[in-house]
């Protein structure tokens, strides 16, 4: 969706980073290696088209419900959409150096880590509460009728067209993601391998970026979206709903998983090889 791809392409471009981080730390420059040009690869070839071509094919529910068809998408917004694809994942990637330079790598990790969370509550909250109905609802099954607050296709949804062509796109960019993201942090932890997989090392790195991305972090992201819905509720106000919503739900979350020793941490250090320099997040 177009209000929440920027901090996808971020977080996928911090992913590329955190894979390569200790190898990263040599670098003087932060796009010169090999681990930047494949993250490059797959913003500018995979991500950045496939969201315009959700864009022209789906635009409402691409847009959040707010356009109505690809006409009603302003043809600079289409081309700052396809630009910011690319260049958010280029400063996740950037960021990630950055603590990968200072040896940093739990940082590092943690960089792709808050984006998805930040990632799943934009899409599950949206602006208003109801990002996830707005999800959830697919036009193409419903007769082309607009969205309306409260209306969504539930569990359907994932039968629809939008769903289906979102798990197509997933099938396409999981080669990409295989060879810059999971096979690039088994070849750094296991260097002795060689060429030869050892496929339930790398299965076990896989299966960690895997369950982070779209399990662990979206759970948090739903915990945080409730706290500020019940707020705006009680409240009678959206926008106190956020304001104070927003601090509780980032302390808790920070409280459950980003210390040494939490949630986050144990996920990030097997990925690591054990702790980094800095001895982590405090």
């Not at 955190?18 to 040009?37: I, Q």
């Not at 296709?153 to 939008?162: A, D, E, I, K, M």
């Not at 992201?221 to 500020?228: D, K, L």
């Not at 106190?240 to 040494?260: D, R, T």
Request: net charge positive.
């Amino acid at each position: 969706m177009v209000q929440v791809d920027v901090i996808w392409s971020y977080a996928y471009g911090a992913s590329f980073a955190a894979a390569a981080t200790k190898e990263l730390a040599k670098d003087r420059e932060p796009f010169g290696s090999r681990y930047y040009m494949l993250a490059l690869l797959f913003l500018g070839i995979f991500f950045a088209p496939s969201g315009l071509y959700l864009l022209t094919a789906f635009p409402a529910w691409e847009t959040m419900q707010v356009a109505k068809t690809a006409a009603d998408v302003h043809p600079l917004l289409v081309t700052l959409f396809g630009v910011t694809n690319v260049t958010q994942g280029i400063l996740g990637f950037y960021v990630g150096w950055r603590y990968s330079r200072r040896h940093e790598y739990y940082k590092a990790h943690l960089n792709w880590m808050i984006a998805w969370v930040i990632f799943w509550f934009v899409l599950v909250s949206g602006w208003d509460t109801t990002g996830y109905q707005r999800f959830l609802y697919d036009p193409i099954m419903n007769q082309g009728e607009p969205w309306q607050i409260g209306k969504h296709n539930g569990l359907q949804f994932f039968t629809g067209p939008v769903f289906l062509t979102l798990v197509t796109m997933g099938a396409i960019f999981l080669p990409m993601l295989s060879r810059g993201i999971f096979r690039v942090n088994y070849e750094i932890l296991y260097p002795d391998h060689g060429k030869k997989l050892h496929l339930k090392s790398y299965l076990g790195i896989m299966r960690r970026y895997v369950y982070t991305w779209f399990g662990v972090t979206l759970v948090l992201a739903i915990g945080a979206a409730m706290i500020v819905r019940v707020i705006a509720e009680v409240s009678g106000s959206v926008l106190i709903g956020y304001l104070a919503g927003l601090p509780i739900a980032a302390a808790l979350i920070y409280q459950i998983a980003v210390p040494k020793g939490r949630l986050f941490y144990r996920i990030a250090r097997p990925l690591i090889g054990g702790d980094d320099k800095q001895g982590g997040s405090h």
